[in-house]
Antibody, heavy 124, light 110 residues
C-alpha cells in the first residue's frame, strides 16, 4: 500500500528549532517529487515547497523561501521540513504530499497522495 | 489573499446539482491544468479532479470539472449528504513559479 506517514504532533516554544518528517512506502521514493503544504487552523491550503529525492533538487514558494528548509534522505525514504527558529505564526497543520508527474513540465503535475498531517503548535 | 478566488460557501439540497467556481488569471488557470481537492473536517485533502476534468479511480462520476479562459468550475450532481466538505482548486502559476490554491469553498448539504 502506498503511504506517506508523517511524524507526530509537536509543541514548541518560540525560537526553538523544529524538524518534521514524512516517511514514504509502497513506491520508489526517488521517482516522485514530494511537496509540503501548510494549513493554518480554519484557513486554506498553501504550497510551501517541494523536493526531488533522487538529487535533492528543491523548489520553494516565494512566500516560504528562506523561512523553512526542505530536505530528503533517500537511503531511508524520508522527506523533512525544518525551521531554524519557529514563531507563533508557524502554528499550523503541515501535510506532505506526492506530486504526480504526468508530463515533463511542472505545470501538468498535481498532488495525488497526501500524508495525514503533522500539527505544529508554537506557544510560549 | 489567495491567488485563486473561490466563493467561501455554497449549499444545496440532496439530489441537486451545485457548482463551485475558481477564478484566476492569464498566468495560472488560463494556461495550465486545474485540479480539485476535497477535505472533510480534520483529515488530509483528497484529489478528486485532475487535469481539468479527469477523475481518479474511486471518485464518483457525480464529480466533474471544466475550464474556460481564466476560470474553472467543479460540478457535483446528485448531491449527497456525504459530499459536505471543503473544496479547493489548485493550479500552477507561471509568474510565481509556484503551485497555488484557491481559498476553499465550504459545501453544505441542507
Amino acid at each position: 500500500e502506498v503511504q506517506l506517514v508523517q511524524s507526530g504532533a509537536e509543541v514548541k516554544k518560540p525560537g526553538e528549532p523544529l524538524k518534521i518528517s514524512c516517511k514514504v512506502s509502497g513506491y520508489r521514493f526517488t521517482n516522485n517529487w514530494i511537496g509540503w503544504v501548510r494549513q493554518i487552523p480554519g484557513k486554506g491550503l498553501e504550497w510551501m515547497g517541494a523536493i526531488y529525492p533522487d538529487d535533492s533538487d528543491t523548489r520553494y514558494s516565494p512566500s516560504f523561501q528562506g523561512q523553512v528548509t526542505i530536505s530528503a534522505d533517500k537511503s531511508i525514504d524520508i522527506a523533512y521540513l525544518q525551521w531554524r527558529s519557529v514563531k507563533p505564526s508557524d502554528t499550523a497543520m503541515y501535510y506532505c504530499t506526492r506530486l504526480f508527474q504526468g508530463r515533463a513540465s511542472m505545470r501538468f503535475w498535481y498532488f495525488d497522495l497526501w500524508g495525514r498531517g503533522t500539527l505544529v503548535t508554537v506557544s510560549s | 489573499q489567495s491567488v485563486l478566488t473561490q466563493p467561501p460557501s455554497v449549499s444545496g439540497i440532496p439530489g441537486q446539482r451545485v457548482t463551485i467556481s475558481c477564478s484566476g488569471s492569464s498566468s495560472n488557470i488560463e494556461t495550465n491544468i486545474v485540479n480539485w481537492y476535497q477535505q472533510f473536517s480534520g483529515p488530509a485533502p483528497k484529489l478528486i479532479i485532475y487535469d481539468i476534468n479527469q477523475r481518479p479511480s474511486g471518485v464518483p462520476g457525480r464529480f466533474s470539472g471544466s475550464k474556460s479562459g481564466t476560470s474553472a468550475s467543479l460540478a457535483i450532481s446528485g448531491l449527497q449528504s456525504e459530499d459536505e466538505a471543503d473544496y479547493y482548486c489548485e493550479t500552477w502559476d507561471d509568474s510565481l513559479n509556484a503551485w497555488v490554491f484557491g481559498g476553499g469553498t465550504k459545501l453544505t448539504v441542507l
